[in-house]
């Protein structure tokens, strides 16, 4: 017999079920929780942005950012007219 035979007749069902399998069957439950959660969280995000090429400056810039780049932004533009 392997050792995994051996191991498995040896050790009590309910350890198996209340030590092992319940707690990972309950870790998993979470994580499905929490990724559903954080999926609801990216789609109202999402849903509030007009115009999609904000999307990826809304999500990854910080509103101070996006002053400074729109400063520079105008800063530069004003110069170009001149």
């Given at each position: 017999m392997s050792s995994l035979a051996v191991f498995?007749?040896?050790v009590p069902a309910w350890f198996l079920c209340g030590g092992v399998f319940?707690?990972?069957?309950l870790l998993l439950l979470l994580l499905v929780l929490h990724l559903s959660w954080k999926l609801q969280e990216v789609e109202v995000e999402l849903s509030q942005v007009r115009d999609p090429r904000d999307t990826l400056e809304r999500l990854t810039f910080r509103a101070t950012h996006t002053?400074?780049?729109h400063h520079t932004h105008t800063h530069l533009h004003r110069s170009a007219e001149t």
């Amino acid at each position: 017999m392997s050792s995994l035979a051996v191991f498995l007749k040896n050790v009590p069902a309910w350890f198996l079920c209340g030590g092992v399998f319940l707690p990972v069957a309950l870790l998993l439950l979470l994580l499905v929780l929490h990724l559903s959660w954080k999926l609801q969280e990216v789609e109202v995000e999402l849903s509030q942005v007009r115009d999609p090429r904000d999307t990826l400056e809304r999500l990854t810039f910080r509103a101070t950012h996006t002053h400074i780049h729109h400063h520079t932004h105008t800063h530069l533009h004003r110069s170009a007219e001149t």
